[in-house]
């Protein structure tokens, strides 16, 4: 299976500094999509941001950003002054299609100290 | 647009019973829902992709007798953890193919249910 790696598990910060988790997917397809979901205590998973292969273009979301780099297969989110609200465990996912299912990364788990 | 709902968030049962979880697309038409098994502090693991008016397509080690799914409309998919064990004991989610509310081509997730088998 092609994974989706994220290889922090846990990072804390100190509200109001930026933080950015990162995403390295394997992929041998020439068109897919990549997402980013947030998890908060609650379970229920929010979604961030979808992203397709051909759009290479880096986003920003109010606090929220995202650099997208096919070259090193990297799908990297940065939230900028973190809040505390922002705790939550971050899964970044792939997926062939929308008819397909995603595959998630392990998730990295956000806690944001006042 | 593009809400799916679970219901129940929360069951807990005991050991040898049949537990059923519906997912529903609440605003759009979904002819493809997934559902998906997290254990705690893991990954969201795929168990089975429903298809509206065919056979669910299962994950290999997802017993299709075990976790029986039906999609038997637009809008509604339903898993069913039958004879539930104590390893059963998970939060399921579902999530359901947006074809035109929210943001086209994407899977939008239900709340999740989270089961406990005593």
């Known amino acids: 299976a092609q994974k989706v790696t994220q290889a922090q598990t846990e990072i804390s910060v100190v509200e109001k500094e930026d933080v950015t988790l990162d995403c390295v997917y394997e992929?041998?397809?020439?068109?897919?999509?990549l997402f980013w979901y947030k998890q908060p205590p609650s379970g229920e998973l929010v979604f961030l941001i979808r992203r397709n292969s051909f759009d290479e273009q880096n986003e920003i979301s109010g606090r929220y950003s995202w650099n997208f780099q096919k070259s090193t297969s990297s799908f990297n989110f940065t939230i900028t002054a973190s809040q505390v609200v922002d705790s939550a465990v971050y899964f970044c996912?792939?997926?062939?299609?929308?008819?397909?299912?995603?595959?998630f990364g392990k998730g990295t788990r956000l806690s944001v100290i006042a | 647009g593009a809400v799916v709902s679970q219901h129940p968030s929360r069951v807990i049962c005991k050991s040898g019973t049949s537990v059923k979880i519906e997912c529903r697309s609440l605003?759009?038409?979904?002819?493809?829902m997934f559902w998906y098994r997290q254990f705690p502090k893991q990954s969201l693991m795929l168990m089975a992709t429903s298809n509206e008016g065919s056979k669910a397509t299962y994950e290999q080690g997802v017993e299709k007798d075990k976790f029986l799914i039906n999609h038997a409309s637009l809008t509604l998919s339903t898993l069913t953890v039958t004879s539930a064990h104590p390893e059963d004991s998970s939060f399921y989610i579902c999530?359901?193919?947006?074809?035109?509310?929210?943001?086209?081509?994407?899977?939008?997730f239900g709340p999740g249910t989270r089961l406990t088998v005593l």
């Open positions: 605003d759009f038409q979904a002819t493809t």
């Open positions: 999530s359901a193919r947006s074809l035109a509310g929210g943001e086209a081509d994407t899977q939008y």
């Open positions: 996912a792939r997926a062939l299609s929308g008819n397909t299912p995603l595959v």
């Open positions: 992929t041998r397809d020439t068109t897919y999509y």
